[in-house]
């Protein structure tokens, strides 16, 4: 049973480029939430998607947005990269919005912005 | 405003030792705190978590302590083992009335573990 899969691994853009990350959440999870973990900080919420809309979103601007599909499957897209936006991005799937044990974290991809 | 912090940023402990972790929180409407565990090049991994309800939570070589008067959690792992060795966040769960049921993490910053042998 594969856990939660992120693509690509990892990511070199140029500023003010735009980019789009994967992620397919584990077997038999449907809500998908998205963080950015900056170089030795804790991961930051970005926004969580359930049956295809977003539901709750964190401090970012309007650059970063998302989708969800029917699969559950979901994008993260940033456009006009920042220097700053250089981070970890961690996916996380669960069931029905649910945390704690049944969340389950993807190894991220690693962006840098250059 | 809110947060969730840790005290210290690196620990080492001696291979066998116990560790003690430590987080302190600021939110006192916070329900719902878990520990999770970071290695290199991977994504945090669930330990153990802990309801306000609860002052102690077991699970195998760790414990979580919460004491809500001080606003403190810790994290206890008997045995420390090589293995052990990674980045340790308390993450606060809190559900946010605008968005129903949905929950979301807020992490703290990090502590380093690093087992000597």
């Known amino acids: 049973d594969a856990g939660v899969t992120q693509s690509p691994t990892h990511l070199i853009k140029t500023r003010g480029q735009q980019v789009t990350l994967r992620c397919s959440p584990k077997?038999?999870?449907?809500?998908v939430s998205w963080y950015q973990q900056a170089l030795g900080q804790g991961p930051q919420f970005i926004f969580q998607?359930?049956?295809?809309?977003?539901?709750q979103r964190g401090n970012f601007p309007d650059r970063f947005s998302g989708h969800q599909f029917p699969n559950y499957s979901s994008e993260l897209n940033v456009n006009a990269l920042l220097l700053g936006d250089s981070a970890l991005y961690l996916c996380a799937s669960s069931i029905r919005q649910g945390v704690g044990y049944g969340y389950t974290f993807g190894s991220g991809t690693r962006l840098t912005v250059v | 405003g809110e947060s969730v912090g840790l005290h210290l940023p690196t620990l080492s402990v001696q291979e066998g030792d116990n560790s003690i972790i430590n987080c302190a929180y600021s939110n006192s409407a916070s329900d719902y705190f878990i520990w999770y565990k970071q290695e290199s090049g991977k994504g945090p991994q669930f330990i153990i978590d802990?309801?306000?309800?609860?002052d102690k939570r077991q699970g195998q070589r760790v414990t979580v302590l919460l004491n809500k008067t001080v606003k403190h959690l810790s994290l206890q792992i008997a045995a420390t083992q090589p293995g052990d060795s990674a980045v340790y966040f308390c993450?606060?769960?809190?559900?946010?009335?605008?968005?129903?049921?949905?929950?979301?993490?807020?992490f703290g910053s990090g502590t380093q573990l690093t087992v000597l042998p």
């Open positions: 802990i309801r306000s309800n609860m």
């Open positions: 998607y359930y049956e295809e809309e977003e539901r």
């Open positions: 077997s038999g999870h449907d809500t």
């Open positions: 993450a606060e769960n809190r559900a946010r009335r605008s968005s129903g049921s949905a929950r979301q993490l807020t």
